[in-house]
């Protein structure tokens, strides 16, 4: 079992940054997971912004939803175990809760995106973008 507990969102003016971390504690190993960020505003479905997964020989690779190119980086510090998103250049379009999810490490990387195939979530911070 492992649990997930997101932490750093906030009210935070259009082109600013926010860090996100997401925590995970239990049976963990982190760098045995790969661990996504999604979002979910009002009455919309959950979408995927980021995910970083261990592709062996090419280790830790980031995914990113093209909303976030360019704009977020994810990153993990194993010894932490612990997930990060730095978002930067935030838009009120990104106003949403956030929320951190972990499966194994997924042999096909259209399975990142997908909340299906995550296995645990956090419960989701929220972060507002103001205008």
């Known amino acids: 079992q492992v649990r997930l507990v997101e932490s750093g969102g906030g009210l935070v003016q259009a082109g600013g940054s926010l860090r996100l971390a997401c925590a995970a504690s239990?049976?963990?190993?982190?760098?045995?997971?790969?661990m996504g960020w999604f979002r979910q505003s009002h009455e919309k479905e959950r979408e995927f912004v980021a995910a970083?997964?261990?592709?062996?020989?090419?280790?830790?690779?980031?995914y990113y939803a093209d909303s976030a190119k360019g704009r977020f980086a994810i990153s993990r510090d194993n010894a932490k175990d612990t997930v990060f998103l730095q978002m930067s250049s935030l838009k009120p379009e990104d106003t949403a809760v956030y929320y951190c999810?972990?499966?194994?490490?997924?042999?096909?990387?259209?399975?990142?995106?997908?909340?299906?195939?995550?296995?645990?979530w956090g419960q989701g911070t929220q972060v507002t973008v103001s205008s």
């Open positions: 999810a972990a499966r194994p490490p997924a042999p096909y990387s259209s399975q990142l995106s997908r909340p299906d195939e995550y296995h645990y």
């Open positions: 239990g049976q963990t190993y982190i760098r045995s997971y790969a």
């Open positions: 970083i997964n261990w592709d062996g020989l090419l280790g830790d690779t980031p």
